[in-house]
């Protein structure tokens, strides 16, 4: 719990290996497969799409 993060206490951290970030990278509905395994319903079509977009752009190996 990050209590002193205003409207946002609790962050939930996870980590996918490169095959599956590029998988994820190339299909937004297979990121949203994984939130959706994992319990996380608080994204929509837009966050999917700014999330795939970096994970196609990021180095792998990168966190963000």
Known sequence: ?????????????GYLDSAETDACSQDPSR???IFDTIGFSAYDS???TEVTTFMDAAPV???F
């Open 1 to 13: 719990m990050f209590r002193g993060r205003p409207g946002s206490p609790l962050r939930v951290c």
């Open 31 to 33: 990121l949203a497969s």
């Open 46 to 48: 837009a966050m999917l």
């Open 61 to 63: 190996g990168i966190d």
